[in-house]
């Protein structure tokens, strides 16, 4: 018994230890336009998955309307992770400025919007 609560020590140490490496090397090195694209991207999962949750616990009577929003939710992540692809790789983009990503980022947002809408009817 000793062994195994030994190995799992071990093993949360371990983990820790990669987490707060990860953390370092996440907030030295990255961007804050990447940041903040991150903060997007993780805002539309958890939003995702609070409408699949709703969804399962309490029904999807409305199901164009709940299927409309976790759509939404999963093409705007797309979206999102080609906007922090073109960011974090100008040298694959050499013809698209920021700028230009960001308006191609909220045109597109704008044609899902209305998309989303004639779809809940």
């Known amino acids: 018994m000793s062994f195994i609560t030994k190995s799992i020590?071990?093993?949360?140490?371990?983990v820790q230890e990669v987490v707060d490496a990860f953390k370092k090397d996440y907030a030295q090195n990255q961007s804050m336009k990447s940041k903040?694209?991150?903060?997007?991207?993780?805002?539309?999962?958890?939003?995702?998955?609070?409408?699949?949750?709703?969804c399962i616990m309490v029904g999807t009577y409305p199901?164009?309307?709940?299927?409309?929003?976790?759509?939404?939710?999963?093409?705007?992540f797309a979206l999102?992770?080609?906007?922090?692809?073109q960011y974090t790789n100008p040298d694959e983009f050499k013809g698209i400025s920021g700028e230009r990503a960001t308006a191609d980022f909220m045109f597109c947002h704008l044609v899902l919007f209305f998309v989303v809408f004639s779809f809940m009817g």
């Not at 199901?63 to 705007?76: E, K, P, R, W």
């Not at 999102?80 to 692809?85: D, W």
């Open 80 to 85: 999102g992770a080609s906007l922090r692809y």
């Open 63 to 76: 199901f164009n309307s709940f299927l409309a929003g976790f759509l939404c939710h999963v093409a705007m």
């Open 9 to 14: 020590t071990e093993v949360k140490q371990s």
């Open 36 to 54: 903040m694209i991150d903060a997007w991207l993780v805002y539309c999962i958890c939003t995702a998955a609070v409408q699949l949750i709703y």
